[in-house]
T-cell receptor, first 116, second 117 residues
Framework: GAGVSQSPSNKVTEKGKDVELRCDPI?????LYWYRQSLGQGLEFLIY????????KSGLPSDRFSAERTGGSVSTLTIQRTQQEDSAVYLC??????????????FGEGSWLTVV | AQKITQTQPGMFVQEKEAVTLDCTYD???????LFWYKQPSSGEMIFLIY??????QNATEGRYSLNFQKARKSANLVISASQLGDSAMYFC??????????????FGQGTELSVKP
């Protein structure tokens, strides 16, 4: 598609349930990123994919968080046994990954997760 | 470790005036990229401008320019002729590595800009 697409745009879930958030990057972008943004805060890096592999998982906050990417395209971020502190906007982004550090990262509109 | 600091939580500017949003960074790498993003209340992150560490000229994109002072490790965003639609959160970000096959952006905490009519 023309831009980074995320679904669902909004999700309300009960504490303890699992949730899956989906990201479809810009066509041709091999790098894919997940970030988390809590209310009024900056962006917290979660994980980065290059193709289907994840060379940097350093930002995943706990083992309840996992992500996968198949076919070098769509990625799914899974949060197991959700807690109220998981409530945030989860932003996906993609970029070209060949060459310079200046390859721009383009963001989707985010998935707003509320854990009640 | 790399770090981005934005010291202005909030800024006000009169419509049609220029405003400078501050950003300082810390990195041990010689090759890096600096970015500014705008986040309006709708939540989307909009790319504004990029500056590479080896670029000798300051980057400009329309009304946006980046005042890059490498020795001071600062990358301030200048918005000229402010418009009401410029009211938003502005984030400075850095990515290390010249040929690092992608790599994450590290973001500052942001500056909320309000443009007054």
């Amino acid at each position: 598609g023309a831009g980074v697409s995320q679904s669902p745009s909004n999700k309300v879930t009960e504490k303890g349930k699992d949730v899956e958030l989906r990201c479809d990057p810009i066509s041709g972008h091999t790098a894919l990123y997940w970030y988390r943004q809590s209310l009024g805060q900056g962006l917290e890096f979660l994980i980065y994919f290059q193709g289907n592999s994840a060379p940097d998982k350093s930002g995943l906050p706990s083992d309840r968080f996992s992500a996968e990417r198949t076919g070098g395209s769509v990625s799914t971020l899974t949060i197991q046994r959700t807690q109220q502190e998981d409530s945030a906007v989860y932003l996906c982004a993609s970029s070209l990954a060949v060459g310079l550090a200046g390859n721009t990262i383009y963001f989707g509109e985010g998935s707003w997760l509320t854990v009640v | 470790a790399q770090k981005i600091t934005q010291t202005q939580p909030g800024m006000f500017v009169q419509e049609k005036e220029a405003v400078t949003l501050d950003c300082t960074y810390d990195t041990s790498d010689q090759s890096y990229g600096l970015f500014w993003y705008k986040q309006p209340s709708s939540g989307e992150m909009i790319f504004l401008i990029y500056q590479g560490s080896y670029d000798e000229q300051n980057a400009t994109e329309g009304r946006y320019s980046l005042n890059f002072q490498k020795a001071r490790k600062s990358a301030n965003l200048v918005i000229s002729a402010s418009q009401l639609g410029d009211s938003a959160m502005y984030f400075c970000a850095m990515r290390e590595g010249r040929y690092n096959q992608g790599g994450k952006l590290i973001f500052g905490q942001g500056t909320e800009l309000s443009v007054k009519p």
